[in-house]
């Protein structure tokens, strides 16, 4: 395992501490990341009631969870997020479900962005810094075999389109692309994770 993904996973939190992280640090009206104000704290508050309705509403069917069961690994999902990030507040609460249902195939664990520049680095999308990024790794054989993110597809072409269009992500794109996940319930992230898996599992990638 390269070493700068082994020194993200020793400082990692799990899923139930990377929650509390938030929450505390917004007790104190912060957010996460080296860049502190008023607007990411509004987005880090917003960002917790989603998945705090997200870890309500969110469904991972019966088919899915056997898909995942039947990994022929173990493999840990690495998660580069923030908390003021809203992909990864309508993507995170997806990504612990499948985990929680994988009878224990999958181990998420999840780092901040500013805090792990060179892993962050390493997995830069169309050169800029974009998060959530799920890099999976294998744990039998200790190293990475791919990864994913920031987006789903379907949403990725919404804000494509939109700044080919108008040249600017502004706060219009932003609130359509919330009420596209809404729409989509978390099924385009499970559909894309579970076709990765399936191609390590079968084209041993």
């Known amino acids: ?119 962050m680095s390493q997995y830069l999308t169309n050169g800029g810094r974009a998060i959530p990024k799920v890099i999976v790794i294998c744990k039998e054989a200790g190293i990475v075999r791919t990864d994913w993110g920031p987006r789903p597809k379907g949403a990725s072409d919404l804000m494509t389109n939109y700044k080919k269009e108008f040249g600017v992500i502004d706060e219009k794109i932003k609130t359509d692309l919330q009420l596209w996940y809404l729409a989509d319930k978390g099924i385009s992230v499970q559909e894309e994770l579970l076709e990765i898996m399936e191609k390590i599992k079968y084209n041993r990638l």
Request: aromatic fraction near 8%; charged fraction near 30%; include cysteine.
């Open 1 to 119: 395992m390269k070493s700068i993904v082994a020194k993200a996973l020793f400082n990692s939190y799990s899923y139930s501490e990377y929650r509390k992280l938030v929450t505390d640090l917004l007790s104190e009206g912060k957010s996460t990341g080296d860049v502190q104000s008023e607007s990411l704290t509004n987005y880090t508050k917003l960002n917790e009631a989603r998945m705090n309705r997200l870890e309500k509403t969110i469904k991972i069917d019966e088919v899915t969870f056997d898909k995942l069961q039947k990994l022929e690994n173990h493999y840990i999902w690495l998660v580069i997020s923030e908390g003021w990030c809203g992909d990864a507040a309508q993507i995170l609460p997806v990504l612990n479900k499948m985990a929680l249902g994988s009878d224990k195939k999958i181990d998420l664990k999840i780092v901040l962005r500013d805090d792990n520049d060179e892993l």
